[in-house]
């Protein structure tokens, strides 16, 4: 059976023809905010604060990395090659698991089926480690914050029913080896850490990928012990936004916007139900951004329950840089935006569209 290469990188497979994640050329300031700023000078000092991941599509076969810091600067692209997957087998369904992990200091990411390599804030690439992977056979993978352990689930068709693996190991040289057990019923893949313990995704390869989250997970999140595979916690809703180390926006059926951390509480946003269509929570989760209530991307303070609007879009894709700054990529400005979510004012990046996944420092 000829192999099936993916369009999109995994984590876009259900955003509509996969969105403008293409470059864009420069046009201006376009339909935005009228305080925003060009594109910031380049200086000679690389970035080193936290920043915000942008993934593009770059052809029909590749896709392309980015950092964006909160000042406009970013590092990359850095293109690798899309995972090619085969159809699955009979009877199977197709899990199709992130591309991309983010530790402390560094992005990681899959170059073609196999091999992970890595974008460091001042622009170093390199290669750090190889899963298992071919058109049979597909890995997900999260690197801890301190770039020493990764954590791999590898699903395997060769055989029917697909058989599917769990383990953590050294990144270096693939020491201190430990298989986990795989959950019953049930589809689970590595996306980041929380207080030394593993986070995964959890879903059914079916209905996997989802639009608001980056993981492709609409039923939520467990944390295992790294070590035995024991259930620690979870954070049971539909997550919209990347994970935070305060946990996570949750767009419920009702359309009623929540938030919820790692130990199970919950908030909900006062007042009736409202077309909440995303979210994403702020890193310290004082903040919830959340579209497109009256075309609106708005803000929720935690603190008072007070609800602003920040900028008219179009649906756009965003997520958050630092508590403070969000990265908006909004196809009619063509181009990515930083927004100061304390004054509203922004400053444009002179980088395509793409769709923002995960955030350096990655430690949930």
């Not at 419920?252 to 009736?272: E, K």
């Amino acid at each position: 059976m000829k192999g099936l290469r993916l369009i999109c990188v995994a984590v876009l497979l259900v955003v509509a023809a996969c969105g403008p994640f293409g470059g864009a050329p420069d046009r201006g300031q376009g339909a935005g905010t009228g305080t925003a700023r060009g594109p910031a000078p380049a200086p000679s000092a690389p970035p080193t604060g936290p920043a915000a991941v942008l993934v593009q599509l770059a052809s029909a076969s590749t896709y392309a990395v980015s950092l964006v810091f909160d000042d406009g600067r970013f590092t990359g692209p850095a293109t690798a090659r899309l995972r090619t997957v085969a159809p699955p087998l009979v009877g199977a369904a197709a899990t199709v698991m992130p591309v991309f992990s983010t530790s402390d200091s560094r992005l990681y990411y899959l170059d073609g089926d196999t091999e992970v390599r890595f974008l460091e804030r001042d622009g170093t690439q390199g290669s750090a480690v190889r899963v298992p992977g071919g058109a049979r056979q597909q890995s997900g993978f999260a690197v801890s914050p301190d770039d020493r352990r990764i954590a791999v689930a590898t699903v395997d068709y060769s055989s029917s029913p697909a058989a599917t693996r769990l383990y953590v190991e050294d990144v270096a040289g693939g020491g201190n080896h430990v298989e986990l057990p795989f959950p019953v019923a049930a589809a689970v893949w590595p996306i980041g850490w929380h207080d030394e313990e593993l986070v995964v995704a959890v879903g059914s390869p079916p209905v996997q990928s989802v639009a608001g989250n980056p993981y492709g997970t609409f039923a939520g999140y467990q944390v295992i012990d790294a070590n035995t595979g024991s259930r620690l916690a979870t954070v049971a809703c539909n997550p919209a936004g990347a994970l935070t180390p305060a946990g996570t926006a949750c767009l419920m059926g009702d359309t009623r916007l929540r938030v919820q951390d790692f130990a199970g509480r919950t908030r909900s946003l006062d007042g009736p139900p409202m077309a909440v269509v995303s979210a994403a929570e702020a890193p310290d989760g004082a903040r919830v951004a959340f579209c497109c209530v009256g075309g609106e991307l708005q803000l929720w303070d935690l603190g008072d329950g007070a609800v602003s609007g920040l900028v008219s879009v179009d649906r756009p894709d965003y997520g958050w840089i630092d508590p403070t700054h969000l990265l908006v990529s909004d196809g009619p400005a063509l181009r990515p935006r930083v927004m100061d979510v304390t004054n509203g004012s922004s400053l444009w990046v002179a980088a395509g569209l793409g769709r923002v996944v995960a955030r350096v420092p990655g430690r949930f």
